[in-house]
C-alpha cells in the first residue's frame, strides 16, 4: 500500500460550494440525456438527486464521477474544475455505484488496499477505519475470502466501506441501499448523516423517495435531461402547488405522472 499521507491539499473558500455545476449537457447521438442542468452542492449539504427512469440521473452522476465527458458545460469540486483537474477532483470525491463492479480474484482487504492505494491513503487511516468499517457492516469474518463468494449485498457494503474509509469531502452515491438488508441500511443512513455533520457533502440519487425526505437537505428533480424544480420540501411544495404533502405527491406532481391515480383506481376496480 502506498505510504503517502490521506491529508487534503485545502486551497478553497470556506463559504465555497463544494460542488458546482454549470450548463451540465450529454448528448447520445441525437438523444439528449441531460439538457444544461445547473445546480450546487454545500459544504455538510445532503443533496438529493431524483427522477423517473430514463431522466438523466446516472449520466448526471458518470459525469461528475469522471466517467463520462460532458459535451458542454462545466463541473467544478472544491473550487477546482473536473476538466482541467481530473485528478485532484477525483481525489476528493467518493464514488459508490448502483452496481459494484469489483475484482472478484481480490479478498475484501485486498480490495480496501488497492483503493487506499489509489488514494494515497495513510497506512494508519487505512488500518484504523478499515477494522470500523468491516466491523460494522458484519464483514470481519470475510475479509479474507475472494469476492467473488460475496453476495450483492456484501459486495455493496465492501464499496461503500471503501469510500466511507477515505474521508473524501463529496461523495457521490447512485442508488446506495439496493441488496442492503435493513440493518445495514439503518447503519448507511446513519453514517451519511454523521459525515454530513462533520462537513462532508453527499450528492445522492436515489428512487426512494421516503431515504430523500428524510436525509436531504435539498433536492433536485430531474425530467427528461432538464432540472425541473430544486429546494428544500417547502420549496417543492410551492412549485407543485401542494401544502402539507409528502415528497411522493410532490415528485407525481412535478414529474406528471398524475395520471397515476387513475391507473390504481383502474387497477383496483378492475
Known amino acids: ?13 470556506e463559504h465555497a460550494p463544494a460542488m458546482v455545476i454549470k450548463d451540465l449537457t450529454k448528448t447520445f447521438g ?14 455538510g449539504e445532503i443533496f438529493g438527486f431524483l427522477g423517473p427512469n430514463g431522466a438523466g440521473k446516472t449520466t448526471t452522476i458518470k459525469m461528475i464521477a469522471g466517467l463520462l465527458k460532458p459535451d458542454s458545460g ?13 485528478q485532484k477532483c477525483k481525489q476528493d470525491t467518493g464514488y459508490i455505484p448502483d452496481r459494484p463492479y469489483l475484482f472478484e480474484k481480490l ?22 477505519y478499515t477494522a470500523h468499517y468491516l466491523n460494522l457492516f458484519d464483514l470481519l469474518d470475510w475479509q479474507h475470502h475472494l469476492i467473488e463468494s460475496y453476495s450483492h449485498g456484501m459486495r455493496q457494503k465492501l464499496i461503500i466501506s471503501s469510500v466511507f ?6 461523495i457521490v452515491v ?11 441500511a439503518r447503519i448507511v443512513k446513519e453514517l451519511f448523516k454523521n459525515h454530513a455533520a462533520r462537513g462532508t457533502s453527499i450528492f445522492l440519487s436515489t ?3 421516503e431515504i430523500a425526505e428524510e ?8 425530467l427528461n435531461g432538464s432540472l425541473r424544480a430544486m429546494g428544500n420540501l417547502k420549496d417543492l411544495e410551492l412549485e407543485a402547488r401542494l401544502q402539507h404533502s409528502d415528497l411522493e405527491e410532490i415528485f407525481l406532481e412535478l414529474t406528471g405522472a398524475y395520471e397515476l391515480q387513475e391507473i390504481i383506481a383502474a387497477l383496483r376496480t378492475g
Open 174 to 184: 447512485d442508488e446506495p441501499m439496493v441488496g442492503l438488508d435493513p440493518k445495514s
Open 165 to 170: 474509509m477515505l474521508e473524501s469531502p463529496l
Open 107 to 128: 479478498t475484501g482487504f485486498e480490495f480496501l488496499q488497492f483503493i487506499a492505494s489509489l488514494y494515497n491513503l495513510a497506512p494508519d487511516t487505512f488500518n484504523k
Open 207 to 209: 428512487h426512494s423517495l
Open 30 to 43: 441525437s438523444f439528449t440525456a441531460v439538457d444544461s442542468i445547473n445546480l450546487d452542492v454545500n459544504r
Open 1 to 13: 500500500m502506498n505510504q503517502g499521507s490521506n491529508k487534503k491539499e485545502k486551497t478553497w473558500p
Open 215 to 222: 436525509l436531504c437537505d435539498r433536492i433536485g428533480i430531474i
Open 74 to 86: 462545466q463541473i467544478s469540486i472544491n473550487n477546482r474544475s473536473l476538466a482541467s483537474e481530473p
